[in-house]
């Protein structure tokens, strides 16, 4: 089985940066994208960005301008690196992974396989 570990949540002053990681591990796994989600208190779970291995990304409206997404394939790790941060990011953010994606696919969450224990993410004003 696969097993996603999150890491670079913490605490931020409104307008600063945080880069989040998240490493899948396991044997006998295919990968075929990689994504954040998050989840603030009473709100839907709601997609970040998503990255599918060959390079294809999709971002939610609301962090276009100011989040990227990467991968390191040969590690099976995501970043996603936060700028200009405000109150509203505040949230668990969720690693995820799947073996199979098609793009049109890519912000459906019931497509990915795995997901990390979430890390959370307070920026404070």
């Known amino acids: 089985q696969v097993q996603l570990a999150e890491s670079g949540g913490g605490l931020v002053q409104p307008g600063g940066s945080l880069r989040l990681s998240c490493v899948a591990s396991?044997?006998?796994?295919?990968?075929?994208?990689m994504g954040w989600y998050r989840q603030a208190p009473e709100k839907e779970r709601e997609l970040v960005a998503a990255?599918?291995?060959?390079?294809?990304?999709n971002y939610a409206n609301s962090v276009k301008d100011r989040f990227t997404i990467s991968i390191d394939n040969a590690q099976n790790t995501v970043y996603l690196q936060m700028n200009s941060l405000e109150s509203e990011d505040t949230a668990v953010y969720y690693c995820?992974?799947?073996?199979?994606?098609?793009?049109?696919?890519?912000?459906?969450?019931?497509?990915?396989?795995?997901w990390g224990q979430g890390t959370q993410v307070t920026v404070s004003s």
């Open positions: 990255s599918t291995s060959g390079g294809s990304t």
């Open positions: 995820a992974a799947a073996r199979s994606m098609i793009l049109s696919s890519l912000r459906q969450q019931d497509k990915y396989n795995y």
């Open positions: 396991g044997s006998g796994f295919e990968i075929n994208a």
